[in-house]
């Protein structure tokens, strides 16, 4: 890229430069749209940077490469649409319980199953979650705009590599699609975060004992430390075991790391309007509909307020709560049928009435759909 | 040799039976490291899922036990981004060619510098005697009560196929023959591949009547033939024998270098 880093900016491409900005020096994937122009960005921009594009056979491949090349000491990156989203399941929980960072961007369509391949989503908010077996750890953000998704590209690198868990980026179809003008900042003011590195001895090191950080510092293969690496619940050693105390102790510390660090993982923004009975709960593209219904709300007289999930695993259930208490109703506008509404409602503790608006045509949200919520209700 | 150099002492006894093939593999694998000079720190021991893939938790390297089928997957994009190690990929049957069948001819294709160890028992040892996708036509298994209906692959083959660099099969009889193959595999620049026949007396042999253990492996010398010796043998004559020893070496440009070329043109714009 030029000196000049005002530009005008697909979110696709935006992600594709953040990773890069962010130290990923390594990329595998598969074809899959509206995810397409990341794998294409990166197979032109990492070799510049000395870094390596994959193209993989499919996508649980891609999901492992990823996995076998952050391992290698190198952050990874891979990117996917729903479909593809699925297939990673089982390796995104590979990542989880070997605590190995890697970023993975699912730019959701229409499901279930081939569902839109062209068309928004947000159908994958639960699955990004819980898509994999068993509790597990997992970040999950919700960027709303091309700069933001930039922003937050480095913000996941940063914090897989801090925490050591998969960090999962939900663009959508629009997000990923449209094109802002952006400046980005030089490149030499972007704060990046790497792993951390053993600085003990190969006879004392223990390959996922951790202090009370709850994070073990993780060597890279080939640096000398001769560790082992499994899917299978392990003890400190990184060894399996059936000893049912340390299989507690590990699969507690690996899913306490994300309470542990909570209030560190949890962004929302909020935008509260004086005198405001009614609030908005919203993420992604469906923040843009939000925005604008706000104002035309506004121009009506009506204050409404909007909270805006950047983070939304792990839940900001603290934020919303404080939201719900200050509001009389909640309208939570979203393109599937209320996977973040039924979370909202538990979060809201019946402070408040909690309203959807939601749209899985494959339109995405008017405003004024979000507006007549607001008109009938206050 | 000092094998004991190599092993993880703290992690035996191994999950093996008695009988089984596997630690026969694993004294030729770490033969051949030692030849090859490698310091345990260069080596990267990857694998998937089954009996064989648990080779990697007794020896002392880099070692990485993936989900099932994906060992090649993960190993790739170690390759990738660490190309000075020595990734040795560890894999069987069910492993290689039922789930990880996608990675094992795209892997090959692609001629990245693995080198891969495939112990082909003919069943799925590890959850019991499940049909394997080499387990041969009217053979038993848990799954196959009237006999295997399909036909098995022929591994090697499959993968000189793909467009490997070098491929060869041996017994776990020809266990210094075997040693030998492990050791050109090793050599290679490219994906290399060893196919190694390793009975399975717990879960194969005693549904199907193959006798003892021991008596797997003599069977093993009475059914192998040398390559040089099976090319001028009929297919009738071929029946039920295993075919040892080279099958392809080949000089072709390996993936990771050709990547590092890549990135040189891309600098240089």
């Known amino acids: 890229m030029s000196e000049n880093r005002t530009l005008m900016m697909q979110g696709n491409v935006a992600v594709a430069e953040g990773a890069i900005d962010a130290g990923c020096r390594f990329f595998a994937g598969y074809p899959i749209t509206p995810s397409s122009e990341i794998a294409e960005h990166l197979s032109r921009r990492l070799p510049e940077m000395g870094g390596k594009f994959l193209q993989m056979e499919d996508e649980i491949g891609a999901m492992g490469a990823v996995i076998g090349g952050s391992l290698g000491g190198v952050k990874s990156l891979t990117a996917t649409s729903g479909p593809g989203f699925s297939l990673k399941q089982e390796n995104i929980g590979y990542a989880s319980i070997a605590e190995v960072p890697v970023v993975i961007i699912n730019v959701m369509r229409g499901g279930p199953s081939t569902g839109l391949p062209t068309l928004p989503s947000q159908g994958d908010v639960m699955q990004a979650r819980w898509g994999t077996h068993g509790d597990h750890p997992i970040i999950v953000l919700t960027p709303a705009g091309v700069r933001e998704t930039y922003d937050m590209t480095i913000r996941a690198f940063n914090m897989s590599e801090k925490y050591r868990v998969p960090v999962v980026i939900l663009l959508d179809e629009i997000i990923g699609h449209v094109y802002e003008k952006v400046t980005l900042p030089p490149p030499h003011t972007i704060e990046t975060i790497e792993r951390k590195k053993p600085d003990e001895p190969l ?21 000398g430390y001769r560790f082992h690496v499994t899917g299978l619940v392990h003890d400190e050693t990184g060894f399996p075991t059936n000893n049912t105390q340390k299989i507690e102790e590990m699969l507690l510390r690996i899913n306490g790391k994300l309470d542990h660090y909570r209030d560190e993982i949890v962004e929302v923004e909020e ?29 009506q007289g009506i204050p409404v307020s909007m909270l805006r999930l950047k983070t939304i695993w792990p839940f900001a259930t603290e934020e919303i709560l404080a939201f719900a208490k200050k509001h009389k109703y909640l309208i939570v506008p979203e393109l599937n049928l209320g996977q973040v509404k039924h979370e909202v409602e538990h979060a809201a503790a019946c402070h408040s009435e909690i309203f959807g608006v939601n749209k899985i045509s494959g339109d995405p949200i008017p405003p004024t759909d979000i507006f007549n919520k607001i008109k009938e209700l206050s | 040799m000092d094998y004991f150099k190599y092993l993880r002492m703290d992690k035996f006894p191994h999950i093996w039976c008695p009988g089984c093939g596997d630690g026969i593999v694993l004294k030729a694998i770490l033969r051949s490291v030692e030849e090859m000079g490698w310091s345990k720190d260069a080596v990267a021991m990857v694998s998937g899922i089954g009996c064989s893939s648990r080779t990697p938790g007794y020896v002392d390297f880099n070692t990485l036990h993936t989900t099932h089928g994906r060992a090649l997957a993960f190993a790739t994009g170690l390759k990738m981004t660490r190309p000075k190690l020595n990734v040795i990929v560890v894999t069987g049957d069910g492993d290689a060619t039922a789930i990880g069948g996608n990675h094992l001819i795209h892997a090959a294709r692609r001629n990245i510098n693995l080198t891969v160890l495939v ?88 549904i199907n009547k193959k006798g003892t253990p021991s008596q797997m492996i003599t069977d093993q010398k009475k059914l192998a033939v040398r390559v040089e010796k099976a090319k001028n043998m009929t297919a009738e004559e071929l029946q039920g024998k295993i075919v040892i020893g080279k099958l392809v070496d080949r000089e072709m440009p390996e993936f990771v270098n050709n990547y590092e070329r890549v990135i040189a043109q891309a600098q240089r714009r």
């Open chain 1, 271 to 299: 935008h509260i309007e004086e005198g405001s009975q009614i609030g908005l709960v919203t993420y992604g593209s469906s923040a843009r509909s939000s925005r604008n219904a706000m104002r035309m709300a506004k121009e």
């Open chain 1, 203 to 223: 006879e004392k090191f223990r390959a996922y004992r951790a202090d009370e950080s709850m994070i073990p510092p993780m060597p890279a293969f080939g640096d």
């Open chain 2, 119 to 206: 112990y082909n028992n003919n069943i799925y040892g590890m959850t019991g005697g499940q049909a394997s996708p080499t387990t041969f036509t009217g053979d038993f298994a848990t799954t196959a009560p009237y006999g295997a209906l399909e036909n098995p692959f022929d591994i090697a083959n499959l993968v000189v196929a793909a467009g490997a660099s070098y491929v060869a099969r041996s017994t776990v009889y020809h266990a210094n023959f075997l040693g030998k193959l492990i050791m050109q595999a090793m050599q290679k620049q490219g994906f290399s591949l060893v196919e190694v026949m390793a009975p399975c007396p717990t879960a194969y042999g005693k």
